[in-house]
């Protein structure tokens, strides 16, 4: 009986052993991960991941650092691979660097302060790969820094707007509210790196280019910079024709095809500053009990009033656009009135298109646009002949002149 009892005992002692070492391996691993995700960065539309962290600590006679960097922009991007902040004892530390990116498959060199490669370019699209070897056959104890610098724009709008405004984190009224006073330039964090979106009635957001007067919208996370021309073009257009009614296809739409038309006569000519881009036709959906088919946007926009620069639904490429519903709301418009934030046109004998649908009922859509006296309105029928205002964006290389008003506006270099 008692060697059946000493048996039991061990038994359980073995599993608590066991249950002890398998909690401390998931914790563990779970510090891993959670670590982890904090080495992916955004920075000048190049995702960085570094797999195994930035900084460095070293005292066995072999380490291997992986990293890879994605290029998420539509043009070639360049960076460069910093070796930073070397501390201890180097005698003999040497280094390999080696990619599947085909213009850098070796470099070898002393591991000290310095840059390891330098204006490396990087396709649209294109993801690189990085192993770097670190071979300290003396076992030294050292420290030290990895670091992916993007090669930055010199004196870019970008800058420049940012330069000549102070940043505000949170806007002064809440989206449900319309906008009058001057709330300034403003930031919102996204996965893909910083917006800054003007709101209310600024008077420093005026661009002048292609012989025609512009306001600024927002910095993108590329550092590429959105307008909205300062009036509407002169015809009254339809979203869609009464034969395309219900087409949910916006590159197929009259009103792009009238933008489109605009473009080749007034824009082609200044072609290399404007960025072929994505736009959002946020087609996202939901459908009632009773079969009809309502938009997410509507939802978003005058039930729990969250406009968002994220698109749920398609990105569109293209040269130009209409502004979406949620970037109408973040400019300053609500449900109400306003008759003070920059995107008010007075005198407007009619609405004008945003791009964002909002309800598709018995095979006819209905989108959302801006009222005469400034306000968003949520139904208006796809062949309703109302306005268009075109929307175009520069490239983050692009530099400017002048001060962002009415008397001195944005020249295009």
Known sequence: MRKKYKVSLIGIAILIVL???????????????????????????????????????????????????????????????DISDVSGALNEVTYRLTSDNPNLSEAIGKLEQKMVASRISIDPGTTHRYTLEILNPLGNDFAFKLEIVPETVQNSFANTILTDNDIKEVANTPFNESAIEN??????????????????????????????????????????????????????????????????????????????NWYEIYLKEFDDAILSTYYCFDNSVETTNDGKMNYLSNTRLFINYLPTNVCGGLNISSKIGLLTADEAVMAGASSSENMSYYLYIDGLQTSWWTMTPNKRENNVMSYMALGTNGSLLRDVSETSSIFIRPVITLSRKTQVTGMGTIENPYQIS
Do not use: C
């Not at 002890?20 to 000048?44: C, F, M």
């Not at 590429?224 to 979203?239: G, R, Y």
């Open 19 to 81: 249950f002890i070492g398998l909690e401390t391996h998931y914790q563990v691993y779970q510090g891993e991960e959670k670590d982890l995700s904090a080495y992916i960065k955004v920075l000048e539309g190049l995702s960085i991941n570094y797999l195994n962290g930035t900084e460095f600590h070293v005292t066995k006679k072999e380490q291997e650092v992986e990293f890879s960097i994605t290029n998420q922009l539509t043009e070639t991007l360049y960076y460069n691979i």
């Open 183 to 260: 709330e300034g330039l403003i930031r919102q964090s996204t996965e893909l790196g910083n917006i800054y979106y003007f709101r209310g009635n600024i008077e420093n957001n005026y661009v002048s280019f292609a012989n025609n007067l512009w306001r600024i919208v927002k910095i993108n996370e590329d550092n590429s910079v959105k307008l909205i021309l300062n009036n509407t073009l002169e015809n009254l257009v339809a979203m869609n024709m009464p034969e395309l009614s219900g087409n949910n296809d916006f590159l197929l739409s009259t009103a792009y095809q009238n933008l489109n």
